[in-house]
């Protein structure tokens, strides 16, 4: 019987995993002194490529350290405190806990029967969140795996309630040259065509800009067609911009349009007393994404989507198969299978809850505090760089910069120059920048978001970037 | 600074960890002894629901414990041998340790930079189910947190590779009246309106009824619609039953129809030796929906899509924004963001990737053959039983049966009376039995997967449901 095969493996587990758990105290203590990423190796390269899934299974101890050595070794460290590419992870050990004891118990977490209380500690944490962006009694929503699923959640939902099936087809929805890539992306999985896409230009601050938003509307009215939705953003990828949110929500308003905050990156300044008010306004948005996997110190695939009106996703999302009528529970009770694209679902939310629970959400106000911090700290000192220019000032812990050297050099040039300075401090391990393109630049770009980067951090890697730029200069 | 008091917690995390192994060991290694549910206490409730997240952090250790008493002790444990309910997860400690080790180091798994070597496993492990699966070498895919979503990746696949935009409204797709009820939420996620999905009646072993089929089809084209893809299922949720896979494949040929395979319980077999030959024809099918967390041991959100030419996925998924380019690899590396709705994704194959190697694949070969047999012995002690039918035999692990009694009662008494048995069972904690709706009765309905079911596990059971309808009718 199979059973006592799997099984016998047991004991051997407890031994690796406290093996491992010292081991990952120790990784995390000493990440600032770890490369934040080292080319593969040709041999593990080698190595992998030739192993195959075996008929047979081998030691486990011997695919638990071939997967050390192989696998884990490689990986570009998000969670460094110097990786300031992309919107790093700032996963922490208290995440990983909360991973570790929700993956042994494997809750089925779509509807209450399977984990009451499971259920109920997601459901306050979607309460609470709600309350956070001042959304009223009727919100709702769930934990999704990322920002993206949370905009075609939202998105799928905004489109069943403002339209009928007659007009899908003569709407149009605004985003900005800012908003994140998903949000395109699902309005293609749920229907819209290019041609219902208006991008609207953004303005000096990377804002979505009102005027030209005001003249698509009017535009599109005269047209015949139907403006149904605003995509605005709570912090944009590339720069941290904040779209005007009062205003657009007043424009969605007039015209009955859905307004959808892209809060992925920057919802968690609402925990923030110092810089929540850059947010104000969302309190008056239809529905909302927030990844806790980007600022609240969570391993991948813990975000959520949450609308004003919890109905909304009940409409788009509400299903009832025959084998699982003995799992609902009561008509009062929404099952979050109701509220979302999956079924079985993992509980995303309970290693939040541990994370809260012990820092307390001072804590993770502090995080947002401190990282935005780092960003104006950035900006201070590049200000003092004559052969530097900001291209976006620290707004939500990033920042936009670039080398213009001493004006000899032409854009172009420029372009190549800088592409150049973030290659080589990326490529020497010691600091993740990349690239990012304004105002048709290339520039460097740094997110300061990680609760473990310090201020010489910040110091030493633009010193770097100096240093480099001194060095492609004289190519 | 904040960091400072994130890391502090990092020793007492490692002394906890260790613990918490320890238990869980013991824990699954005693899976048998304990009930399968037990309801929530009024105490653990009341707590639960006055415990708010607190401004100011509490300590490490009193929240782990609370998580313990208050959350993870009411699961419902889907992984218990006696869990037959739903597909019952079989979740082992060997995908939790996969778990474990890969959320510890949190991998960014959307593109080949972030993490070339977990990127290579996870294209290897791609490119083994298809080979399982029969593909070809064009064939592509990527792991996703569940079938709900690798279906709809499927389906907007499907839509951009067969239909213009002026072709879609008048689309039609065929489900069968057993396919899982993802394929419909899907559908009209992106974009099709109820008349435009046909559902078709199965037939006795509730497989999609051909003639149905071809009949329905002809009557659209008739009325000038377009039929554009067929939905089949390999191991229907509720009888295990497979569809006619050649006979659809050659239809959708006949009519440039797209043939979608939901496999997400029933590809597994794909594994086995013995039922392989169950499967036959999904070799010709466009794409394929497959959960490892169904019945390869995986814990939640693991599940993968593959279609039969990978580019019909790049086409519908691709999208590349600025901050993203020094991500990038080179052209002919085709990277995981543009084959799906996700751009964030944790790495959810390296757990499998752990399994296969230590069990090797014919390890998980066994437990196909498991599975599938304990099934067959419940219906060989069913069939003996004179007050019992079987509704539908024992097909990929699941069966469906009914107490039918002495022939005295109507059938509306017997619907009441198998929902009453299902309830009296489930709640002594003994077992999970859930009912189900086929050919309009309620009937009893056992999914025997787990690889730790025992025989015993399987007559006790049995005996259960006996006892109980002996009580029941006594009422």
Chains 1, 2 share one sequence.
């Not at 004891?101 to 500690?121: G, Q, R, W």
């Not at 979302?340 to 001072?362: I, M, N, V």
Request: proline share 3%; glycine share 6%; hydrophobic share 40%.
């Amino acid at each position: 019987m199979m059973y006592q095969n799997v099984r016998k493996q047991n004991e051997e587990i407890r031994e690796l995993m406290n093996e491992f758990s010292a081991k990952m105290v120790g990784f995390y203590n000493n990440l600032h002194t770890k490369p934040v990423g080292r080319p593969v190796e040709k041999e593990t390269w080698e190595h992998l490529e030739h192993q195959q899934i075996p008929e047979n299974g081998r030691p486990l101890k011997e695919v638990y350290e071939e997967m050390q050595r192989d696998i884990y070794s490689n990986i570009l460290l998000a969670q460094h405190p110097r990786s300031f590419s992309c919107v790093p992870s700032t996963a922490s050990l208290l995440s990983w806990m909360g991973d570790v004891m929700t993956n042994a118990y494997n809750p089925h977490a779509s509807c209450k029967i399977n984990a009451p209380t499971a259920d109920l500690v997601e459901k306050k944490l979607i309460r609470w969140m709600c309350d956070r962006a001042g959304y009223c009694e009727e919100a709702g929503g769930l934990f999704v795996s990322g920002g993206s699923i949370a905009n075609l959640t939202a998105m799928t939902a905004a489109r069943d309630t403002k339209l009928t099936e007659d007009q899908r087809s003569n709407a149009v929805v605004y985003l900005s040259d800012q908003t994140h890539v998903s949000a395109a992306k699902g309005l293609h999985m749920i229907g819209f065509g290019k041609n219902q896409i208006r991008i609207i230009a953004a303005d000096e601050e990377f804002r979505m800009d009102m005027d030209a938003l005001k003249e698509a509307v009017a535009q599109d009215l005269q047209a015949g067609r139907k403006p149904f939705a605003v995509i605005a953003s709570a912090g944009t990828t590339n720069t941290g911009s904040v779209d005007p949110m009062k205003e657009i929500a007043a424009l969605c308003r007039e015209y009955d349009m859905w307004m959808h905050v892209d809060g992925a990156f920057g919802a968690s300044a609402l925990l923030s007393g110092q810089y929540r008010k850059k947010l104000d306004g969302i309190e008056l948005s239809d529905s909302l994404s927030w990844d806790a996997h980007k600022w609240m110190m969570q391993t991948y695939g813990c975000s959520v989507v949450l609308v004003q009106n919890q109905d909304a996703l009940v409409r788009s999302f509400a299903a009832h198969p025959e084998y699982l009528k003995d799992a609902e529970t009561s008509e009062d009770n929404v099952e979050f299978w109701d509220l979302g694209p999956e079924l079985t679902r993992p509980a995303r939310g309970l290693k939040l809850w541990l994370t809260l629970q012990t820092l307390g959400s001072r804590g993770l106000g502090n995080v947002i505090d401190h990282g935005c911090g780092l960003a104006e700290l950035a900006e201070q000192i590049l200000i003092e760089e004559k052969e530097w220019e900001i291209i976006s000032r620290a707004q939500l812990g990033i920042i936009n910069f670039r080398f213009k050297g001493n004006g000899t050099k032409t854009e172009q040039e420029l372009d190549v120059m800088n592409q150049e300075i973030a290659r080589i401090v990326t490529e020497s391990g010691f600091a993740q920048v990349f690239t990012t393109k304004l105002k048709g630049k290339k520039v460097l770009r740094m997110c300061t978001i990680n609760p473990e980067t310090r201020e010489k951090d910040i110091r030493d890697t633009i010193e770097r970037l100096i240093e480099t730029a001194g060095k492609v200069q004289n190519y």
